[in-house]
């Protein structure tokens, strides 16, 4: 072992903590040294605060003033590994390294010391007394099958006392048990359910194989149309990786996908992964920690925040959906988890597959540069093919206004109805109604905190505000005239689409999937699952359906805005209505029957709308590349977003202003700064946003010009600075 690694008791070490503090302090190590790396807990002003011992300390300090270490953890050392990729990320993101640390230790009681505790799950019988409490405590862990909890989760999810609990244990109702706290995952066995590949996939399994048998960094991008076997042939690539001893990481952009795709984990190496999300509970989240650092965890299905978690021994990442925006964090510290995900595997020698039926222009851009390795999968498993996809011109239909079903769409919903076949109606909005008017002032209900109109929800019988969550009830009289009785809905959501469908198919089992109208992931997994078993006709859904989901009785999906995405000045407003478009297509004919896909659409002759029909992938990524090419912007350019935020608008704007015209540092590596301007949604929350865009030639050094630009200026009061590197979305 390097000397250097180790620290005796009393030598200095620098301690990264998670608080915002911007250097690292000197600590004198504990009694008995520590490792670099180490997890420690160092004692800051009056509290006892987190950290890791980064190295050796700086020493420009009186050493007879240096407190100790408190105390080393009792968890892996932080390895080197894992050190450079938060450095690195911090670098790129602009971020704090408290920040990104803070990232990487989100497991709570990471400082408990390893012992037993009780855990709560159903017992038998009935109480002799039910009360409603009780009954809560019962519905929770029905609702979760077999899983205990923690005395404290039991009763924070059943909202009860703990003596609750404790009553119904007396009882045997439900059943005390002491466990360790942190247990292994079960092995994964590489070599049990693998299904027999075709011959294309087996030849691109083959390939991704042999990147992981290699041992050295490597992106793939792997491309399918949906149903071509994508997910069955990465498994080969994480089946390759257990056999090798390392450890796999599939990121996953929506949690409700992380059910079904678990099933077929378990189904494929005989027994559950881990599983790591916000929906995890915190003993299951600090469980997972420990194990992943122990390799005792050999497969983790997550979010984005995945990737922060401290693997011994990391082999792969699959970042599946690779295009989706939910990668992308914008909130806190904004980072793209597609692009970490190559940082961390450049780092550590694993490889990385992005697997999508629409890659982002970005990873398509790698792909053909030759970055990225490129892998393909052209048709779909089996019997399936991709459904025709054709227009309706919305300009040719008879329709009266506040409908949106077509006539042609009707007709073609009919005939799935008479063939006992689903239709999908697809609107990506949620709620009955985007905006709601008054018919006698004209006057639209706005959130009071945001520039933005409530969206009335009717189920809830609320107006929700989607930038805040914002809701009130729906009001009798205008806000703004108070004449009463003439507030209406102006344009579809899905829950109008749903009424609308039932009044022209009374007959027919509707079901409409919106990601807000289920209380929780299960209920959503469950009906899911009950409308892929054919208990729906009709399914109204939102982006949600468009992820993943099988629904082999699915043989038409309309869409009932195709237009809608175009609008807006994003620049990935073509390149995001494609991928949706294609993805909600995707859904349709995954069986043996051939599917149809309909958009309404009143530009037919749109370039984007006739690129989805034409289904012309390459012509139309070509098309889109030399358009952003021609304007140097991602991925040809680099962008960055400047958001200011403060209660009082004129500080945003003086702050923007003063920026503006300090841009020496951005114009010294030939970059142009925009702005300041409001920003698309100018306030939010009750704070006013002004955004600044600097644009910059692909090789410039971004980062160093933007810290020294910000670092300018002394952020005052309320003022809130974030840097968002590579902008995904402009709101
Ligand atoms: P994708 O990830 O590209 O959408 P999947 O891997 O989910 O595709 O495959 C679509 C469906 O076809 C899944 O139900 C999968 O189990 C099945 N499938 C794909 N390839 C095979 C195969 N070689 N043998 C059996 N079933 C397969
Ligand atoms: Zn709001």
Request: hydrophobic letters at 40%; proline letters at 6%.
């Amino acid at each position: 072992m390097d000397e250097q690694d180790f620290f005796d008791q009393g030598a200095l070490v620098a301690v990264q903590t998670t608080q915002p503090l911007d250097r690292m302090l000197d600590y004198k190590a504990p009694e008995g040294g520590c490792f670099r790396g180490a997890f420690v807990e160092v004692p800051l002003g009056p509290r006892k605060v987190l950290g890791v011992v980064w190295g050796a300390g700086r020493g420009d300090f009186d050493y007879a003033k240096v407190r100790p270490v408190n105390r080393a953890l009792d968890v892996v050392p932080m390895r080197d590994e894992m050190r450079a990729f938060l450095e690195r990320a911090a670098e790129y993101t602009l971020t704090p390294l408290h920040a990104m640390l803070r990232l990487a230790t989100r497991a709570p009681g990471l400082s408990d010391p390893p012992s037993m505790r009780k855990i709560y799950r159903l017992g038998k019988g009935e109480p002799d007394r039910q009360t409603d409490a009780r009954r809560r405590v019962l519905e929770t862990l029905h609702e979760y099958g077999g899983l205990a909890f923690t005395l404290k989760e039991l009763s924070e999810m059943a909202g009860v006392t703990g003596s609750v609990v404790k009553g119904l244990v007396k009882q045997g109702v439900v059943r005390e048990e002491d466990t360790p706290r942190d247990v292994p995952f079960l092995r994964l066995d590489p070599d049990r359910g693998g299904k027999d590949l075709t011959g294309d996939q087996a030849a691109t399994a083959d390939t991704l194989r042999a990147g992981i048998r290699s041992g050295n960094y490597g992106t793939t991008l792997l491309r399918g149309v949906t149903g071509s076997g994508k997910t069955e042939v990465y498994l080969e690539a994480v089946a390759e990786c257990l056999r090798m001893g390392r450890q796999a990481l599939v990121l996953l952009p929506e949690i409700a996908l992380t059910a079904e795709f678990l099933t077929r984990v378990e189904a494929r190496f005989g027994a559950k992964p881990a599983e790591w999300h916000s929906g995890v509970t915190m003993t299951e989240r600090r469980r997972i920690w420990k194990m992943v650092g122990q390799g005792c965890a050999q497969v983790v299905i997550g979010a984005r925040s995945a990737l922060f978690l401290p693997f011994q021994n990391l082999g792969l990442i699959v970042v599946d959906e690779e295009h989706d925006t939910s990668y992308k964090q914008d909130d806190g510290v904004l980072y793209n988890a597609r692009d970490m995900a190559v940082l961390r595997a450049s780092i550590c020698g694993a490889r990385v597959v992005l697997a999508s039926a629409t890659p982002s222009l970005e990873s398509w851009v790698n792909a053909e540069a030759g970055k990225y390795e490129k892998l393909e999968l052209t048709s779909r498993f089996g019997p399936a093919v991709l459904p025709e996809m054709k227009a309706i011109d919305m300009r040719a239909e008879d329709l009266p206004g506040s409908r949106w079903i077509s006539p042609s769409l009707k007709q073609a919903v009919n005939r799935r109805l008479e063939q006992g076949e689903q239709s999908l109606l697809f609107i990506n909005r949620r709620g009955y109604a985007p905006v709601t008017i008054c018919r006698a002032c004209g006057h639209q209900i706005g959130c009071d905190q945001c520039d933005a109109r409530m969206v009335e929800h009717r189920f809830l019988k609320r107006l929700v505000c989607h930038q805040c969550g914002e809701t009130k009830p729906m009001p009798e009289a205008c806000p703004s005239c108070h004449v009463e009785g003439k507030l209406a809905p102006v344009g579809p959501g899905v829950e109008r689409l749903a009424e609308e469908a039932q009044s022209l198919w009374p007959e027919a089992r509707l079901a409409v999937l919106s990601s807000d109208l289920f209380g929780s992931a299960r209920a959503l997994k469950e009906g899911i699952n009950t409308i892929a078993e054919g208990g729906a006709d009709i399914i109204i859904g939102t982006q949600l359906v468009a992820k993943g989901h099988n629904f082999p009785l699915l043989t038409l999906v309309g869409v009932i805005d195709a237009d809608l995405g175009l609008q807006g000045s994003d620049l990935r407003a073509a390149e995001r209505t494609f991928q949706l478009m294609r993805q909600v297509a995707g859904r349709a004919g995954r069986s043996e029957k051939k599917g149809e896909a309909l958009l309404q659409t009143f530009q037919p002759e749109h370039p984007v709308i006739r690129a989805i029909l034409s289904g012309d992938e390459v012509g139309f990524w070509r098309a889109e590349a030399e358009e952003r090419r021609h304007a140097g912007v991602p991925p040809f350019g680099r962008m960055a977003g400047i958001i200011l935020s403060a209660p009082d608008v004129q500080q945003v704007f003086d702050l923007g202003n003063a920026l503006a015209r300090n841009d020496g540092p951005m114009r010294a590596i030939g970059a142009q700064v925009f702005g300041p301007a409001p920003a698309p949604i100018a306030r939010v929350r009750g704070r006013h946003r002004v955004r600044l865009l600097v644009k910059a030639d692909k090789g410039a050094p971004i980062q160093a010009a933007l810290a020294q630009w910000v670092g300018q200026f002394r952020l005052k009061n309320d003022i809130r600075l974030s840097v968002d590197i590579d902008p995904q979305s402009f709101y």
